[in-house]
Protein backbone atom coordinates (compact mmCIF):
# COMPACT_ATOMS: atom_id res chain seq x y z
CA UNK A 1 0.00 0.00 0.00
CA UNK A 2 1.09 3.44 -1.33
CA UNK A 3 2.25 5.40 1.39
CA UNK A 4 1.02 9.18 0.97
CA UNK A 5 3.80 11.79 2.85
CA UNK A 6 2.42 15.28 3.05
CA UNK A 7 5.37 17.59 3.95
CA UNK A 8 4.75 21.12 6.27
CA UNK A 9 6.90 23.46 6.44
CA UNK A 10 8.22 24.16 10.02
CA UNK A 11 7.18 27.36 11.75
CA UNK A 12 10.86 26.72 14.24
CA UNK A 13 13.22 29.44 13.71
CA UNK A 14 16.60 29.34 14.58
CA UNK A 15 17.89 31.85 17.36
CA UNK A 16 19.60 33.80 14.75
CA UNK A 17 16.53 34.58 12.48
CA UNK A 18 14.67 35.70 15.70
CA UNK A 19 17.08 37.72 16.41
CA UNK A 20 17.23 39.55 13.06
CA UNK A 21 13.54 39.38 13.10
CA UNK A 22 13.54 41.46 16.42
CA UNK A 23 16.41 43.97 15.07
CA UNK A 24 14.05 44.49 12.35
CA UNK A 25 10.98 45.16 14.21
CA UNK A 26 13.06 47.93 16.70
CA UNK A 27 14.29 49.67 13.38
CA UNK A 28 11.03 49.96 12.24
CA UNK A 29 9.68 50.76 15.86
CA UNK A 30 13.03 53.73 15.76
CA UNK A 31 11.41 54.90 12.56
CA UNK A 32 8.33 55.52 13.64
CA UNK A 33 9.13 56.90 16.82
CA UNK A 34 11.62 59.97 14.29
CA UNK A 35 8.67 60.20 12.24
CA UNK A 36 6.20 61.00 14.73
CA UNK A 37 8.71 63.33 16.60
CA UNK A 38 9.07 65.27 13.68
CA UNK A 39 5.87 65.40 13.15
CA UNK A 40 5.04 66.48 16.68
CA UNK A 41 8.37 69.33 15.69
CA UNK A 42 7.10 70.77 12.86
CA UNK A 43 3.65 71.00 13.75
CA UNK A 44 4.85 72.96 17.37
CA UNK A 45 6.85 75.26 14.97
CA UNK A 46 3.73 76.00 13.15
CA UNK A 47 2.03 77.17 15.98
CA UNK A 48 4.21 80.17 16.35
CA UNK A 49 3.56 83.33 15.24
CA UNK A 50 5.21 84.63 11.74
CA UNK A 51 6.23 88.26 11.43
CA UNK A 52 8.32 89.49 8.78
CA UNK A 53 10.31 92.45 8.83
CA UNK A 54 9.19 95.79 6.76
CA UNK A 55 12.38 98.01 8.22
CA UNK A 56 15.85 97.84 6.71
CA UNK A 57 16.97 95.37 9.50
CA UNK A 58 15.72 94.08 12.76
CA UNK A 59 18.14 93.85 15.61
CA UNK A 60 18.62 90.94 18.00
CA UNK A 61 19.43 91.80 20.98
CA UNK A 62 21.24 88.30 23.35
CA UNK A 63 18.99 88.80 26.22
CA UNK A 64 15.83 90.93 27.07
CA UNK A 65 17.40 94.68 27.53
CA UNK A 66 19.24 97.37 26.07
CA UNK A 67 22.12 96.62 27.98
CA UNK A 68 22.52 93.71 26.20
CA UNK A 69 24.71 93.26 23.01
CA UNK A 70 23.15 93.17 19.06
CA UNK A 71 24.51 90.20 17.58
CA UNK A 72 22.29 89.50 14.94
CA UNK A 73 20.06 91.67 12.42
CA UNK A 74 16.94 90.29 10.19
CA UNK A 75 16.94 91.96 6.69
CA UNK A 76 14.10 93.16 5.41
CA UNK A 77 11.83 90.78 4.10
CA UNK A 78 12.57 87.63 6.09
CA UNK A 79 10.74 86.27 8.57
CA UNK A 80 11.02 85.57 12.28
CA UNK A 81 8.84 83.85 14.66
CA UNK A 82 7.54 84.54 18.04
CA UNK A 83 8.41 82.09 20.98
CA UNK A 84 7.16 84.48 24.34
CA UNK A 85 7.33 87.53 25.33
CA UNK A 86 9.21 89.33 28.61
CA UNK A 87 7.45 92.38 29.49
CA UNK A 88 8.58 94.75 26.10
CA UNK A 89 10.50 92.30 24.75
CA UNK A 90 9.88 89.19 22.16
CA UNK A 91 12.43 86.57 22.37
CA UNK A 92 11.97 85.63 17.88
CA UNK A 93 14.24 82.32 16.02
CA UNK A 94 15.35 83.49 12.39
CA UNK A 95 14.40 81.43 9.71
CA UNK A 96 18.01 80.11 10.00
CA UNK A 97 17.20 78.77 13.44
CA UNK A 98 19.38 81.69 15.27
CA UNK A 99 17.47 82.84 17.99
CA UNK A 100 17.09 86.41 19.91
CA UNK A 101 15.33 89.23 21.34
CA UNK A 102 13.86 92.00 20.26
CA UNK A 103 12.66 95.01 21.30
CA UNK A 104 8.42 95.48 21.20
CA UNK A 105 8.71 98.91 19.47
CA UNK A 106 10.29 96.77 16.74
CA UNK A 107 8.55 94.25 16.37
CA UNK A 108 5.39 96.49 16.28
CA UNK A 109 6.80 97.55 12.73
CA UNK A 110 6.72 93.81 11.80
CA UNK A 111 3.93 92.35 9.09
CA UNK A 112 1.97 89.80 9.74
CA UNK A 113 1.57 86.50 6.82
CA UNK A 114 -1.86 88.23 5.85
CA UNK A 115 -0.01 91.75 5.41
CA UNK A 116 -1.82 93.39 8.42
CA UNK A 117 0.62 95.06 10.94
CA UNK A 118 1.73 93.36 14.17
CA UNK A 119 -0.15 94.87 17.21
CA UNK A 120 0.27 93.94 20.96
CA UNK A 121 -0.95 95.69 24.02
CA UNK A 122 2.00 97.89 25.11
CA UNK A 123 3.31 98.85 28.74
CA UNK A 124 1.66 102.36 28.81
CA UNK A 125 -1.68 104.37 28.95
CA UNK A 126 -3.38 102.15 26.46
CA UNK A 127 -2.03 99.00 28.47
CA UNK A 128 -3.20 100.87 31.54
CA UNK A 129 -6.99 101.40 30.36
CA UNK A 130 -7.02 97.37 29.11
CA UNK A 131 -5.31 94.97 30.49
CA UNK A 132 -6.34 91.26 31.34
CA UNK A 133 -4.35 90.68 34.90
CA UNK A 134 -3.08 93.31 37.82
CA UNK A 135 -1.52 92.73 40.75
CA UNK A 136 0.64 94.97 43.79
CA UNK A 137 1.43 94.69 47.66
CA UNK A 138 -0.37 97.23 49.65
CA UNK A 139 0.50 98.74 53.12
CA UNK A 140 -1.83 100.01 55.88
CA UNK A 141 -4.14 99.18 58.73
CA UNK A 142 -6.76 96.55 59.76
CA UNK A 143 -9.00 97.23 62.76
CA UNK A 144 -5.99 99.72 64.53
CA UNK A 145 -3.64 96.67 63.56
CA UNK A 146 -1.07 96.97 60.99
CA UNK A 147 -1.85 95.29 57.68
CA UNK A 148 0.67 93.84 55.32
CA UNK A 149 -1.49 92.31 52.39
CA UNK A 150 -1.06 91.59 48.38
CA UNK A 151 -4.12 90.89 45.37
CA UNK A 152 -4.54 89.78 41.87
CA UNK A 153 -7.23 90.52 39.52
CA UNK A 154 -8.67 89.75 36.39
CA UNK A 155 -10.16 91.57 33.84
CA UNK A 156 -13.84 90.65 32.64
CA UNK A 157 -14.00 94.10 31.31
CA UNK A 158 -12.00 97.49 31.16
CA UNK A 159 -14.22 98.29 34.00
CA UNK A 160 -15.05 95.09 36.14
CA UNK A 161 -12.65 93.09 37.62
CA UNK A 162 -13.00 89.71 39.82
CA UNK A 163 -10.54 90.00 42.69
CA UNK A 164 -8.64 88.06 45.59
CA UNK A 165 -6.41 89.51 47.85
CA UNK A 166 -4.64 87.77 50.81
CA UNK A 167 -3.01 89.87 53.95
CA UNK A 168 -2.04 89.49 57.28
CA UNK A 169 -2.09 91.87 60.70
CA UNK A 170 -0.27 92.40 63.40
CA UNK A 171 -1.83 93.85 66.36
CA UNK A 172 -0.83 94.27 70.40
CA UNK A 173 -3.34 91.89 71.61
CA UNK A 174 -3.40 89.30 68.38
CA UNK A 175 -2.08 88.94 64.70
CA UNK A 176 -4.32 87.17 62.42
CA UNK A 177 -5.30 86.69 58.61
CA UNK A 178 -7.88 87.64 55.64
CA UNK A 179 -8.70 86.22 52.68
CA UNK A 180 -11.03 88.14 50.29
CA UNK A 181 -12.66 87.46 47.17
CA UNK A 182 -15.17 90.24 45.29
CA UNK A 183 -15.48 92.19 42.41
CA UNK A 184 -14.56 95.66 41.39
CA UNK A 185 -16.06 98.47 39.40
CA UNK A 186 -13.56 100.73 37.81
CA UNK A 187 -14.86 104.35 36.89
CA UNK A 188 -13.28 105.76 33.65
CA UNK A 189 -10.42 103.56 33.27
CA UNK A 190 -8.79 105.58 30.27
CA UNK A 191 -8.13 108.50 33.13
CA UNK A 192 -5.05 108.38 34.92
CA UNK A 193 -6.90 108.74 38.40
CA UNK A 194 -9.59 106.32 38.05
CA UNK A 195 -11.85 105.94 41.07
CA UNK A 196 -13.14 102.56 41.89
CA UNK A 197 -15.61 100.72 44.15
CA UNK A 198 -15.47 96.70 45.40
CA UNK A 199 -17.81 94.57 47.28
CA UNK A 200 -16.82 90.97 48.55
CA UNK A 201 -17.11 88.43 50.93
CA UNK A 202 -13.79 86.68 52.64
CA UNK A 203 -12.78 85.38 55.93
CA UNK A 204 -11.12 86.26 59.07
CA UNK A 205 -8.58 84.05 61.24
CA UNK A 206 -7.60 85.83 64.52
CA UNK A 207 -4.62 84.56 66.20
CA UNK A 208 -4.02 85.38 70.48
CA UNK A 209 -0.90 86.07 71.62
CA UNK A 210 -1.90 85.37 75.28
CA UNK A 211 -4.29 83.20 76.28
CA UNK A 212 -5.39 85.38 78.69
CA UNK A 213 -7.69 87.18 75.99
CA UNK A 214 -8.86 84.75 74.15
CA UNK A 215 -10.95 86.24 71.67
CA UNK A 216 -14.67 83.69 71.51
CA UNK A 217 -14.49 83.11 67.92
CA UNK A 218 -10.78 82.55 65.95
CA UNK A 219 -12.59 81.87 62.33
CA UNK A 220 -15.31 84.08 61.26
CA UNK A 221 -16.50 84.75 57.50
CA UNK A 222 -16.76 88.84 56.36
CA UNK A 223 -18.56 90.51 53.88
CA UNK A 224 -17.28 93.91 52.80
CA UNK A 225 -17.79 96.88 50.75
CA UNK A 226 -15.52 99.93 49.80
CA UNK A 227 -14.22 102.67 48.07
CA UNK A 228 -10.62 103.22 46.56
CA UNK A 229 -8.71 104.56 43.25
CA UNK A 230 -5.33 104.23 41.00
CA UNK A 231 -3.61 106.32 39.35
CA UNK A 232 -1.21 105.65 36.53
CA UNK A 233 2.48 106.20 37.25
CA UNK A 234 3.90 104.62 34.08
CA UNK A 235 5.23 101.30 31.81
CA UNK A 236 3.34 99.12 33.80
CA UNK A 237 2.94 100.23 36.97
CA UNK A 238 0.23 102.25 38.96
CA UNK A 239 -0.14 103.34 42.81
CA UNK A 240 -3.62 101.94 44.49
CA UNK A 241 -5.69 103.31 47.73
CA UNK A 242 -8.33 101.85 48.98
CA UNK A 243 -10.65 101.93 51.83
CA UNK A 244 -12.79 98.30 52.72
CA UNK A 245 -15.88 98.79 55.48
CA UNK A 246 -15.89 94.85 56.99
CA UNK A 247 -18.50 93.54 58.86
CA UNK A 248 -17.71 90.22 60.59
CA UNK A 249 -19.99 87.46 61.03
CA UNK A 250 -19.89 86.35 64.61
CA UNK A 251 -21.60 83.37 66.92
CA UNK A 252 -22.37 86.37 69.61
CA UNK A 253 -25.15 88.49 69.79
CA UNK A 254 -23.58 91.45 67.15
CA UNK A 255 -21.12 91.30 64.68
CA UNK A 256 -18.20 93.24 64.55
CA UNK A 257 -17.59 95.94 62.36
CA UNK A 258 -13.40 95.76 61.08
CA UNK A 259 -12.50 99.56 58.92
CA UNK A 260 -8.90 98.68 56.86
CA UNK A 261 -7.06 101.19 54.89
CA UNK A 262 -4.43 100.36 52.58
CA UNK A 263 -1.89 101.62 49.77
CA UNK A 264 0.27 100.33 47.61
CA UNK A 265 2.26 99.91 44.30
CA UNK A 266 0.92 97.18 41.39
CA UNK A 267 1.59 96.55 37.81
CA UNK A 268 -0.22 95.14 34.40
CA UNK A 269 0.50 92.74 32.20
Same mark, same amino acid.
Given at each position: ??? /? ?14 ? *???? =? ?12 ? $? &????? =?????L ?9 E ?47 ? &? ?23 R ?7 ? /?? *??? /?????? *? ?7 T ?14 ? $?????? $? ?5 M ?23 ? &? ?16 R ?27 M ?11
Amino acid at each position: MAR /SITTIPSTHRSPTERA *GNLR =AAGWLGALASLCLL $G &ASAAQ =AASDYLQLFVTQPYLELHTAPGRGYPVTQVVARGEAVDVLFRRTDWFKVRTERGIEGWARAQDL &ALTQMADGSPFTFKFGDRAGFTSHRWESGLMLG /SY *GGA /SLISGF *GALSLTDQTKVEISAGQFFGNLSN $GYLLDA $GLAHIFMPEWRFSPLVTLGTGFERTVPKTTL &AVPTDQNNQTAYAGVGARFYLGRRFFLRGEYRHHTVFTSRDSNEVMQEWKVGFAFFY
